[in-house]
């Protein structure tokens, strides 16, 4: 099994609509956990922190489900602009382990 | 620099040549890592630097690979007698050590290698 495993979509979704990621990992000491976006040709950027307690930040939810082992990022009336790559991260607890990105969920918002 | 810098930005390079890509990270991140992105496909783990740590080498594909990082600064990846499946674009990206309170990696532009 993969350390880090998503759905590489493609997800074309119209305008407005809600739409859903998960991200699924497989060490169960994980400690953080990331949303990162990567624009086409572009390096990726972190787009927010995944607390325990679940964040949101704007039209953007991330939540934590520590018994399933999975992220979700859900993003609220898509707009055109979301269209990109949507990468998890997950970081072990402490030490000299690595951070692990999963390959991307590709979403495309469509007029 | 403020941020991660690679160089070169591109590079285009003959099957059978060595190529040498550079990374420099930001002042103070002791984690570095290398990804591979080929067109259209995730990030591909290649290597990571920790400080003075034996570094992670288990994502480098063949011998052909190899990655050097002298103390917490710059990082070299050298890929020996390039095939054309090498092309791609390959990140560097750098953090604050684990345990740390903000692991956030930041990434640099990235090298765009072309073997022709």
């Known amino acids: 099994r993969k350390e880090v495993e998503q759905d590489p979509g493609p997800f074309n979704v119209p305008e407005g609509a809600t739409v859903a990621f998960n991200c699924t990992y497989s060490?169960?000491?994980?400690?953080?956990f990331f949303w990162y976006r990567q624009d086409c040709r572009k390096e990726p950027k972190l787009l927010m922190s995944v607390y325990s307690s679940g964040n949101e930040d704007g039209r953007f939810t991330a939540q934590l489900n520590r018994a399933s082992q999975y992220i979700s990022l859900l993003i609220r009336d898509s707009k055109l602009s979301d269209s990109a790559t949507y990468l998890c991260v997950v970081t072990p607890l402490g030490g000299y382990q690595k951070v692990t990105f999963g390959t991307g969920t590709k979403l495309q918002v469509i007029p | 620099g403020a941020g991660v810098s690679q160089s070169p930005s591109n590079k285009v390079t003959e099957k059978g040549k060595d190529v040498e890509l550079r990374c420099d990270p930001i002042s103070g991140h002791t984690a570095l890592y290398w990804y591979r992105q080929r067109l259209g496909q995730g990030l591909e783990f290649l290597i990571y630097f920790q400080g003075n740590s034996a570094p992670d080498k288990s994502g480098l594909p063949s011998d052909r690979f190899s990655a050097e990082r002298t103390g917490e600064s710059v990082s070299t990846l050298t890929i020996q007698r390039t095939q054309q499946e090498d092309s791609a674009v390959y990140l560097c990206a750098s953090s604050l050590a684990l345990g740390t309170v903000n692991t956030e990696a930041f990434f640099g532009q990235g090298t765009r290698l072309t073997v022709v």
């Open positions: 060490n169960s000491a994980s400690q953080s």
